[in-house]
DNA sequence: GCCAACGTTGGC
DNA sequence: GCCAACGTTGGC
């Protein structure tokens, strides 16, 4: 079982709008990053993940899942990427910021802090522990 | 609004 | 296949 983490500027896509979507969820397009692609490959069904506020807020607010697995991204016209499906599951009680993060020593190699570009990233299960316990899961 | 970091493109 | 130039992202 892995854990993600997806960044999403909220004045494109917020969590807001991922809570709206419903159970029925919404497809993670627009990726056209290989390392992200990559990510997004091996993700599994009911696989979980930490929704992240981009530029405005740059906090985690939620929890989202994987509802559907890699598949050709519609978006894209070379056809060399693909995209998931992610529902919203839950959201967190305290947003924790990127400075909570960068302030906690345990979460030093957290991808968000040493590739910050990068707009799906792998979390281990210890940050992914710490960080919903931060948010007050 | 600036700029560092990174990815991509295209000329050679 | 290298690398300079350019574009984009995202924190500050």
Redesign the pocket.
């Known amino acids: 079982m892995a854990y993600w983490l997806y960044?999403s500027?909220p004045s494109v896509w917020s969590w807001d709008d991922q809570v709206a979507a419903g159970e029925a969820g919404t497809s993670w397009n627009g990726v056209?990053?290989?390392?992200a692609r990559k990510n997004l490959e091996a993700m599994r069904l009911g696989e979980q993940g930490l929704f992240?506020h981009?530029?405005e807020g740059?906090a985690v607010v939620g929890i989202v899942e994987v509802i559907r697995t890699y598949y050709p991204d519609d978006t894209d016209e070379t056809g060399r990427f693909g995209m998931v499906d992610l529902k919203a599951v839950a959201g967190l009680p305290n947003p924790v910021t990127?400075?909570a993060i960068?302030a906690e020593p345990a979460l030093r190699e957290m991808v968000?802090v040493?590739?910050?570009?990068?707009?799906v990233q792998p979390v281990s299960a210890a940050e992914w522990a710490l960080v919903r316990r931060m948010g007050g899961l």
């Open positions: 960044k500027e056209r990053n290989h390392v992240y981009s530029n740059k990127l400075e960068k968000l040493n590739n910050s570009r990068l707009s």
